[in-house]
Every structure is written in structure tokens, then in C-alpha cells.
């Protein structure tokens, strides 16, 4: 019971704090209502904020603090990680306001309310492609601005963000024994981050995918597949000549070798028992 006279007095703060705001949502006097918005953001309390931003915009619409208030109004998006409507409200911002020393800001923030729902890399990518699309836009465009290196790292952590995804699709298929598709993949892979420190096990993931696919096939075309992963094998010391990696990929290309080796005994030994028939 001894906590019930605080519990008591938060109960009268918030509605004193609830009754003040109403009376302030209701006001007619706009110069008093933007006050009012103005002191919410400061404070921070976007929600508010943004109600009454809401509220002014409409009656401000070709007063000079109309760009102020646009410009606030679509923070409050931001920061209440309303990201969707945020990206929406910082784009028109900059088709509003041309002309504004703010522009460059606004689609540096555009790009950051879509970098905000970029998912984890599971899920669908679409946000973490548009971001990196409009981020390139916004070094393209703003090629001086301090907000180009940001820019650069967080296309750099899209791109990782893509390619995490890309390994698990292929790691899935090969987990599944879609060992043909994981072949594939992991190639695809390699070809799409020759930079990444990465690029040599996706070769070798490839080559690996490959040989089981061989080793699976019918025999009629097992000799065609166990070829291919030879020729793979030798673009590997040529692409990855130090790499760690490469006496693992040797010894698929010396597997790979001994069983063609078998198959043209076998070959040769079919051919031979039908000459003598």
C-alpha cells in the first residue's frame, strides 16, 4: 500500500499532461499551436509533435515557416521509426522544396528510412536493393557531400547483407541434395563478389556441388559432369593460384580424374566384349 500515493500522482501527471495536449489539439490559434509543436519536438515527444505538425501544415501552406514545419514533420516519422511514411514524407520534401539547402540532407534520409527496413537476410530484399539504388543515386548526385563515406559503408554492409542470402540459398540446396542447383549457385556467387574474401569457397563449394552431382549421375553421364569438374578445378588455381583452399579443390580434380579413368576401362571393356561377340 505504501506505493499507492505514487501510482496515484503518475495517474494525475499523465492526465494532467493528457488534458494539457487536448486543450492544445483543439486550439484555433495556430501561432500558439505551433509553439506548442515546436516545444514537443524539442522535448522530443514526436508523437505529439507530429499531431500538431499535422494539424499546421495545411494553414502554413505559403507562409515562409511552411518548409520548417515540412521538414520537422517528417523527422517525426523518422524517429517514431515510421519508416515507410518517413521515406515518403523526405522524397516530397525535396519535390516541395527544390531549392532548399536542406535537399541534400532530406535524400541522405530517404535513403536511411528505406535502409531502416531493410530486413533481416532471410527475408525478401527488396528494401536492401532500393537502398543501395539510391544511395549510389545520392553519391552520384552529391559527389563533395560528408555524407559520402557513410554512404559508401552502408552500401558496403547492403552488399554483405546480399550476399549472406545468396550463401544460404546455395548452402540450402546443397544441404537438400540439389547438388546441380548448388553447383549453380555457388558459381553465380563467386561471379557476383569476385571481391569478396569469400570468393575462393564459393568456387570450391562449387566444384564440391558439382563432383556429387557426378558421383550421383547415371553412368552414361557421369563422364561429361566428372570433365567439367576437372576443367572448374583448373580455373580455380588459375583464379585462386594462393589461395588455402586450393590443395582441397586438387584433390576433387584427382578423384574427379581416377573415376573418368574408370569409366574409359569400363568403356573400353564393354567395347571389347562387344567386338568379340
Known amino acids: 500500500m505504501k506505493f499507492l500515493p505514487g501510482i496515484l500522482l503518475s495517474l494525475l501527471l499523465l492526465s494532467s499532461c493528457a488534458s494539457k495536449f487536448g486543450k492544445v489539439i483543439k486550439s484555433k490559434d495556430?501561432?500558439?499551436?505551433?509553439?506548442?509543436?515546436?516545444?514537443?519536438?524539442?522535448?522530443?515527444?514526436?508523437?505529439?509533435?507530429?499531431?500538431?505538425?499535422?494539424?499546421?501544415?495545411?494553414?502554413?501552406?505559403?507562409d515562409p515557416r511552411f518548409e520548417d514545419i515540412y521538414y520537422k514533420y517528417a523527422y517525426t516519422a523518422y524517429y517514431q521509426k515510421d519508416y515507410m511514411n518517413a521515406e515518403n514524407l523526405f522524397k516530397t520534401?525535396?519535390?516541395?522544396?527544390?531549392?532548399?539547402?536542406?535537399?541534400?540532407?532530406?535524400?541522405?534520409?530517404?535513403?536511411?528510412?528505406?535502409?531502416?527496413?531493410?530486413?533481416?537476410?532471410?527475408l525478401d530484399q527488396t528494401n536492401t536493393v532500393k537502398t543501395m539504388a539510391l544511395l549510389q543515386a545520392f553519391i552520384n548526385t552529391h559527389p563533395d557531400?560528408?555524407?559520402?563515406?557513410?554512404?559508401n559503408?552502408?552500401?558496403?554492409?547492403?552488399?554483405?547483407?546480399?550476399?549472406?542470402?545468396?550463401f544460404?540459398?546455395?548452402?540450402?540446396?546443397?544441404?537438400l541434395g540439389y547438388f546441380k542447383a548448388a553447383g549453380v549457385a555457388f558459381s553465380v556467387l563467386m561471379d557476383d563478389y569476385p571481391d569478396s574474401e569469400s570468393s575462393d569457397s564459393y568456387a570450391l563449394n562449387s566444384i564440391k556441388s558439382y563432383y556429387k552431382y557426378a558421383e550421383m549421375?547415371?553412368?552414361?553421364?557421369?563422364?561429361?559432369?566428372?570433365?567439367?569438374?576437372?576443367?572448374?578445378?583448373?580455373?580455380f588455381e588459375q583464379r585462386f593460384p594462393q589461395s588455402k583452399l586450393l590443395e582441397d579443390a586438387v584433390n576433387y580434380r584427382t578423384d574427379a580424374e581416377n573415376n573418368l579413368k574408370?569409366?574409359?576401362?569400363?568403356?573400353?571393356?564393354?567395347?571389347?566384349?562387344t567386338t568379340r561377340r
Do not use: H, W
Open 30 to 62: 495556430k501561432e500558439y499551436k505551433l509553439k506548442m509543436a515546436e516545444q514537443y519536438y524539442v522535448k522530443q515527444d514526436y508523437s505529439k509533435a507530429q499531431q500538431l505538425y499535422s494539424d499546421l501544415l495545411p494553414l502554413y501552406k505559403g
Open 262 to 273: 574408370k569409366l574409359q576401362t569400363r568403356n573400353n571393356e564393354q567395347t571389347t566384349e
Open 217 to 235: 549421375s547415371v553412368v552414361d553421364k557421369q563422364e561429361e559432369r566428372y570433365q567439367k569438374v576437372v576443367a572448374d578445378v583448373n580455373d
Open 168 to 175: 544460404s540459398n546455395a548452402r540450402l540446396y546443397y544441404d
Open 153 to 166: 559503408d552502408i552500401i558496403d554492409q547492403c552488399r554483405a547483407k546480399l550476399e549472406l542470402k545468396e
Open 145 to 151: 557531400s560528408k555524407k559520402v563515406a557513410e554512404a
Open 93 to 122: 520534401y525535396g519535390e516541395n522544396f527544390p531549392n532548399s539547402a536542406k535537399v541534400e540532407e532530406t535524400e541522405f534520409m530517404r535513403c536511411m528510412a528505406y535502409y531502416k527496413q531493410s530486413p533481416k537476410y532471410e
